[in-house]
């Protein structure tokens, strides 16, 4: 797969108290163009120290347009595109580069946490190397600045219950071609703080579905940002997934 398609995604401004003794290693591979400054530590009475590091975050190409803020933005293609994987580190990056951020991942129908991107979104924190500010817990995580991340399922929810999302910073819908009109009209007006996303990742079915019609239809929403990305845009698309095209 060409890794040129890989450029800088953002630049973080986060604080960590480091121990002296602590080193970090930084990823220096190829896929990842550019720099992004973290501060890390200050003045403390506890032995830490300021120390300088440099964290290196990809995007690939096909995603770039996502590091423009707009109220929607929605990925949709076939398996193996990474717009899961670019969803789910975009949510860690928003929680470093915003403390106190509050964001919500759902899927229409969710039984059980297996079937929420909260391992993903685990995975992606300890890839960044940065879990000294994130703190992981069943069924939720709390982010830098005591913030948090909740994984629900939608069709749990009814008009009352949703409000509990009122003030949330963002919400990322994951399977999204499997959302009901009913849960959209839900999510819609409860993530409604000023500044707010609504982020889709689904894997188109019908022109009619609920997603499809807000984002792919007729009149989508004024400035939503919405990408067709698949297999051949992701440049660290796996060896194994190649072997079974």
Known sequence: ??????????????????????????????????????????????????????????????????????????????????????????????????????????????????????????????????????????????????GVLLFQGLQDHTAESIKSLEGFDFAWAEEAQTMSHRSLEFIRPTIRKPGSELWFSWNPRSASDAVDALLRGPNPPPGAVVVQANYADNPFFPNELEAER
């Open 1 to 146: 797969m060409n890794t040129s398609s890989s450029i800088l995604s953002e630049t973080l401004s986060v604080d960590k108290k480091e121990s002296q003794n602590k080193s970090h290693g930084e990823s220096h591979s190829d896929d990842l163009v550019g720099t992004a400054t973290e501060e890390i530590g200050g003045g403390s009475n506890d032995g830490a120290v300021a120390v300088a590091r440099t964290l290196r975050i990809a995007t690939p190409r096909v995603f770039t347009s996502f590091l423009i803020p707009a109220r929607y933005k929605g990925a949709y293609g076939g398996r193996g595109s990474g717009k899961s994987h670019e969803f789910a580190k975009n949510t860690v990056v928003k929680c470093l580069s915003a403390p106190g951020t509050r964001g919500v991942c759902v899927r229409e129908v969710q039984k059980s946490l297996k079937e929420s991107v909260k391992r993903l979104v685990e995975d992606k924190i300890r890839a960044l190397d940065v879990e000294y500010g994130f703190g992981i817990f069943h069924d939720h995580i709390v982010t830098p600045g005591r």
